[in-house]
């Protein structure tokens, strides 16, 4: 039952990676946009900027490691047959 339910929460196609990467790009401008308030001027501007890149990273990494494990299976397959 638990091996099911940890299904739920592993990335298997970019489909899902490109809602997960959505959904991460929306929390960070909303912080971003509170930095903003709470920091006017360059500060805030610096901080909205550092959401936006982490997001950025993240994705690339969710993405490459995508392609890693799917690179991965093919060589196994291949191995195998």
Do not use: N
């Not at 001027?41 to 969710?62: E, H, N, Q, R, Y």
């Not at 993405?63 to 397959?77: F, N, P, V």
């Amino acid at each position: 039952m638990l091996q099911k339910i940890g299904r739920l929460f592993v990335i298997k196609t970019p489909w899902e990676a490109y809602l997960i990467i959505y959904a991460l790009a929306l929390g960070a401008t909303a912080r971003g946009s509170a930095y903003l308030e709470q920091y006017p001027g360059w500060g805030g501007k610096l901080l909205f900027l550092a959401c936006t890149c982490a997001v950025f990273m993240a994705g690339a990494k969710i993405l490459d490691c995508l392609r890693h494990e799917r690179a991965a299976k093919a060589i196994s397959a291949k191995d195998e047959g």
